[in-house]
Nanobody
Framework: RVQLVESGGGLVQAGGSLRLTCTGS????????MGWIRQAPGKEREGVAC????????YYADSVQGRFTISRDNAKNTLYLQISRLEPGDTAIYYC????????????????????????WGQGTQVTVSS
Protein backbone atom coordinates (compact mmCIF):
# COMPACT_ATOMS: atom_id res chain seq x y z
CA ARG A 1 0.00 0.00 0.00
CA VAL A 2 1.05 3.57 -0.61
CA GLN A 3 2.68 5.38 2.28
CA LEU A 4 3.84 8.97 2.38
CA VAL A 5 5.71 9.93 5.54
CA GLU A 6 6.53 13.53 6.33
CA SER A 7 9.27 14.74 8.63
CA GLY A 8 11.15 17.91 9.46
CA GLY A 9 8.44 19.93 11.15
CA GLY A 10 8.95 21.66 14.45
CA LEU A 11 9.01 24.95 16.31
CA VAL A 12 10.91 27.71 14.53
CA GLN A 13 11.32 31.43 15.11
CA ALA A 14 9.96 33.85 12.58
CA GLY A 15 12.53 34.63 9.94
CA GLY A 16 14.07 31.19 10.18
CA SER A 17 14.13 28.34 7.70
CA LEU A 18 12.97 24.77 7.64
CA ARG A 19 13.11 21.84 5.25
CA LEU A 20 10.30 19.34 5.19
CA THR A 21 10.84 15.88 3.78
CA CYS A 22 8.37 13.32 2.50
CA THR A 23 9.41 9.76 1.76
CA GLY A 24 7.16 7.58 -0.37
CA SER A 25 6.79 3.83 -0.53
CA UNK A 26 4.41 1.43 -2.23
CA UNK A 27 4.26 3.53 -5.38
CA UNK A 28 6.36 4.17 -8.44
CA UNK A 29 7.45 7.54 -7.15
CA UNK A 30 8.48 9.09 -10.43
CA UNK A 31 5.15 8.22 -12.04
CA UNK A 32 3.40 10.94 -10.07
CA UNK A 33 3.26 14.64 -9.52
CA MET A 34 3.78 15.41 -5.84
CA GLY A 35 2.78 18.29 -3.67
CA TRP A 36 2.45 19.95 -0.31
CA ILE A 37 -0.76 21.11 1.28
CA ARG A 38 -1.12 22.88 4.60
CA GLN A 39 -3.90 23.47 7.07
CA ALA A 40 -3.62 26.25 9.59
CA PRO A 41 -5.65 26.19 12.81
CA GLY A 42 -9.27 27.01 12.09
CA LYS A 43 -8.69 27.36 8.37
CA GLU A 44 -9.33 25.38 5.23
CA ARG A 45 -6.62 23.33 3.61
CA GLU A 46 -4.48 25.25 1.17
CA GLY A 47 -2.47 23.90 -1.74
CA VAL A 48 1.06 25.18 -1.29
CA ALA A 49 3.19 23.72 -4.04
CA CYS A 50 3.25 20.98 -6.64
CA UNK A 51 6.06 19.49 -8.72
CA UNK A 52 5.66 17.36 -11.80
CA UNK A 53 7.09 13.85 -11.98
CA UNK A 54 10.34 14.90 -13.62
CA UNK A 55 10.93 17.84 -11.32
CA UNK A 56 11.11 20.06 -14.36
CA UNK A 57 8.16 22.25 -13.44
CA UNK A 58 6.82 23.42 -10.13
CA TYR A 59 3.86 25.56 -9.15
CA TYR A 60 3.25 27.59 -6.04
CA ALA A 61 0.42 29.32 -4.25
CA ASP A 62 0.70 33.09 -4.45
CA SER A 63 0.93 33.25 -0.66
CA VAL A 64 4.24 31.35 -0.61
CA GLN A 65 5.82 32.31 -3.92
CA GLY A 66 9.42 33.31 -3.42
CA ARG A 67 9.76 31.78 0.05
CA PHE A 68 8.94 28.13 -0.57
CA THR A 69 10.83 25.78 -2.86
CA ILE A 70 9.59 22.32 -3.73
CA SER A 71 11.97 19.71 -5.08
CA ARG A 72 12.25 15.98 -5.42
CA ASP A 73 14.82 13.22 -5.62
CA ASN A 74 13.22 10.35 -7.50
CA ALA A 75 16.17 8.05 -6.86
CA LYS A 76 15.43 8.39 -3.13
CA ASN A 77 11.62 8.46 -3.41
CA THR A 78 11.76 11.74 -1.55
CA LEU A 79 10.00 15.06 -1.83
CA TYR A 80 11.20 18.25 -0.16
CA LEU A 81 9.82 21.61 0.79
CA GLN A 82 12.35 24.27 1.67
CA ILE A 83 10.75 27.12 3.57
CA SER A 84 12.60 30.36 4.17
CA ARG A 85 11.73 33.62 5.96
CA LEU A 86 9.13 31.81 8.02
CA GLU A 87 6.17 33.85 9.24
CA PRO A 88 3.71 33.13 12.05
CA GLY A 89 1.09 32.72 9.33
CA ASP A 90 2.98 29.67 8.10
CA THR A 91 1.99 27.80 11.25
CA ALA A 92 0.07 24.76 10.04
CA ILE A 93 0.10 21.05 9.56
CA TYR A 94 1.91 20.33 6.31
CA TYR A 95 0.81 17.35 4.29
CA CYS A 96 2.62 15.59 1.49
CA UNK A 97 0.44 14.26 -1.29
CA UNK A 98 0.77 12.41 -4.58
CA UNK A 99 -1.10 12.12 -7.85
CA UNK A 100 -3.50 15.02 -8.32
CA UNK A 101 -6.22 13.87 -10.77
CA UNK A 102 -6.73 17.39 -12.10
CA UNK A 103 -3.03 18.00 -12.59
CA UNK A 104 -0.29 19.84 -10.79
CA UNK A 105 -1.19 23.44 -11.56
CA UNK A 106 -4.89 22.94 -10.83
CA UNK A 107 -4.11 21.29 -7.51
CA UNK A 108 -2.34 24.42 -6.31
CA UNK A 109 -4.91 26.82 -7.74
CA UNK A 110 -7.92 24.99 -6.31
CA UNK A 111 -9.92 27.30 -4.07
CA UNK A 112 -10.86 24.34 -1.96
CA UNK A 113 -8.67 21.31 -1.32
CA UNK A 114 -10.80 18.22 -0.99
CA UNK A 115 -9.64 14.74 -0.11
CA UNK A 116 -10.10 13.91 -3.79
CA UNK A 117 -7.80 16.70 -4.92
CA UNK A 118 -5.00 14.21 -4.36
CA UNK A 119 -5.13 10.44 -4.58
CA UNK A 120 -2.60 9.81 -1.84
CA TRP A 121 -1.94 11.69 1.40
CA GLY A 122 0.58 11.58 4.18
CA GLN A 123 -0.28 12.02 7.85
CA GLY A 124 1.21 15.50 8.12
CA THR A 125 3.92 17.24 10.08
CA GLN A 126 3.37 20.22 12.35
CA VAL A 127 5.18 23.48 11.70
CA THR A 128 4.89 26.17 14.35
CA VAL A 129 6.40 29.60 13.85
CA SER A 130 6.88 31.80 16.88
CA SER A 131 7.00 35.57 16.60
Amino acid sequence: RVQLVESGGGLVQAGGSLRLTCTGSGLVFDDFAMGWIRQAPGKEREGVACIVWSGRNAYYADSVQGRFTISRDNAKNTLYLQISRLEPGDTAIYYCAADPPAGCWSSVQASRVEDETWNYWGQGTQVTVSS
